[in-house]
Nanobody
Framework: QLQASGGGLVQAGGSLRLSCVVS????????MGWFRQAPGKEREFVGA????????EYVDSVKGRFSISRNNAKNTVHLQMNSLKPEDTAVYYC???????????????????WGQGTQVTVPA
């Protein structure tokens, strides 16, 4: 199971750190990803981290502002979000991929476990 938390309301330019706790499964998955879905829009890839080598990948719109890290001791993955913008407003989901390849890391179908989502709101 995946449990996401840390969302909230923050002013533009502020920061939030989302957390995703992994339980009931091995943390030795292929990748952990973050996706988001804004009202009326499709779910989109935000970023991901490979569990083997800590390599990360981000969508262009968050590069330089968001970063993903992992805490193996706590089976937790974090999404640090800085310089937040109104367009970052969405429900954020963490996801785990048991297997996969880097070419598909942005594709939601590669992920076989999903958290419940946490709301991030950045007022205009």
């Amino acid at each position: 199971q995946l449990q996401a938390s840390g969302g909230g309301l923050v002013q533009a330019g502020g920061s939030l750190r989302l957390s995703c706790v992994v339980s009931g499964r091995s943390f030795s998955t292929y990748a952990m990803g973050w996706f988001r879905q804004a009202p009326g829009k499709e779910r989109e890839f935000v970023g991901a981290i490979l569990m083997s080598d800590y390599n990360t990948e981000y969508v262009d719109s968050v590069k330089g502002r968001f970063s993903i890290s992992r805490n193996n001791a706590k089976n937790t993955v974090h999404l640090q979000m800085n310089s937040l913008k109104p367009e970052d407003t969405a429900v954020y989901y963490c996801a785990a991929a048991s297997s996969g390849d880097f070419l598909r890391i942005r594709i939601s179908a590669m992920y076989d476990s999903w958290g419940q989502g946490t709301q991030v709101t950045v007022p205009a």
